[in-house]
Nanobody, 117 residues
Framework: VQLVESGGGLVQPGGSLRLSCAASGFTFSSYDMSWYRQVPGKERELVAIITSGRGSTNYLVSVKGRFTISRDYAKKTVSLQMNSLKPEDTGVYYC???????????WGQGTQVTVSS
């Protein structure tokens, strides 16, 4: 099983970044896919989730209207488009795959996002 994130980096406030996560080694279509972020000294928090099947989405309140999560079943990827970035969006962003029925949970290695002038 692999979840490989890419697309992180340094961006100025108000800028945009697009994170991608390439999945392999499991049945991608059966898993809810999420992005979490973590800053030092704080717990990892759920930023956005897109469910399997119907593809319903939900977002952390502070990113609603600025971030968009999407998934491509053919390419087995999940993306997070982040616009109007703020310094408080800084953190390590992790891709997560979860299958509630079988109780399985996979994590990527994380990608750093830094929003700073």
């Amino acid at each position: 099983v692999q979840l490989v994130e890419s697309g992180g980096g340094l961006v100025q406030p108000g800028g945009s970044l697009r994170l991608s996560c390439a999945a392999s080694g499991f049945t991608f279509s059966s898993y809810d896919m999420s992005w979490y972020r973590q800053v030092p000294g704080k717990e990892r928090e759920l930023v956005a989730i897109i469910t399997s099947g119907r593809g319903s989405t939900n977002y952390l309140v502070s990113v609603k209207g600025r971030f968009t999560i999407s998934r491509d079943y053919a390419k087995k990827t999940v993306s997070l488009q982040m616009n109007s970035l703020k310094p408080e969006d800084t953190g390590v962003y992790y891709c997560n795959a979860k299958n509630w029925r079988v109780g399985v949970n996979y994590w990527g290695q994380g990608t750093q996002v830094t929003v700073s002038s």
